[in-house]
């Protein structure tokens, strides 16, 4: 069965260095999200991303973050000066159409730990 | 604005009993999912609802949505052990953009 694969599963990183999310989203996708769910709660939207640009982004996704599918298998989250509070589990999802008549697949999450 | 709350937070029964699971939203929306999380783990989808739509049923899963009272809810028949984990219901609003957004879930505990 087809599925969303992220990597790296855990990754630790000193405050301020930059920090790159990987997702392979499934291959007939073609919109793909990321989320944020901080230790125990609520499962937060990032961006939306569709034909190559952002569709929407939530308050929290300010200038410290980007996203970019560099080819056509990859889509990527990079946090450009990791900050404590960016401690989180990130998944990356996709979807095969906007949402209205499917649903949200999800990867297995990356871990961020920033120290 | 806060977008898929739901109650309550945490559910402990015994296997066996019916869960359920509530949640509110606050703006319009074109459909009403849940999802399911193991502990650490990405969400799996379970069942979606439409506006236009009332009630579903999937398996052990029903699903009400009622467009009048911005509300759903999640009703697990004769539940098992395995069915422990977090369930979360989200909505996709119609404003054209596509932005799903989760509430707070309910963590569910299933004794054996």
């Known amino acids: 069965e087809p599925e969303v694969t992220q990597t790296p599963s855990h990754q630790v990183t000193q405050m301020g260095q930059e920090v790159i999310l990987r997702c392979v989203p499934i291959s007939n996708h073609l919109y793909f999200y990321w989320y944020r769910q901080i230790l125990g709660q609520k499962v937060e939207f990032l961006v939306s991303?569709?034909?190559?640009?952002?569709?929407?982004k939530s308050e929290i996704f300010d200038d410290q973050f980007s996203v970019e599918r560099p080819d056509g298998s990859n889509f990527t989250l990079k946090i450009r000066s990791t900050k404590l509070e960016d401690s989180a589990m990130y998944f990356c999802?996709?979807?095969?159409?906007?949402?209205?008549?499917?649903?949200?697949?999800f990867g297995e999450g990356s871990r961020l730990t920033v120290l | 604005s806060q977008q898929g709350e739901e109650d309550p937070q945490a559910l402990s029964i015994q296997e066996g009993e019916n869960a359920t699971m509530n949640c509110s939203y606050k703006?319009?929306?074109?459909?009403l999912q849940w999802y399911r999380q193991n502990s650490g783990r990405g969400l799996v989808h379970l069942i979606l609802?439409?506006?236009?739509?009332r009630e579903k049923h999937s398996g052990r899963l029903r699903v009400t949505l009622d467009t009048s009272k911005k509300s759903s809810s999640l009703l697990i028949t004769a539940s098992r052990a395995a069915d422990t984990a977090s369930y979360f219901c989200?909505?996709?609003?119609?404003?054209?953009?596509?932005?799903?957004?989760f509430g707070a879930g309910t963590r569910l505990f299933v004794k054996a």
């Open positions: 703006t319009s929306i074109n459909n």
């Open positions: 609802i439409r506006s236009n739509e």
């Open positions: 999802a996709s979807s095969e159409d906007r949402g209205n008549t499917g649903e949200l697949f």
């Open positions: 991303f569709y034909n190559n640009e952002i569709s929407e």
């Open positions: 989200a909505t996709l609003r119609n404003t054209g953009g596509f932005k799903t957004i």
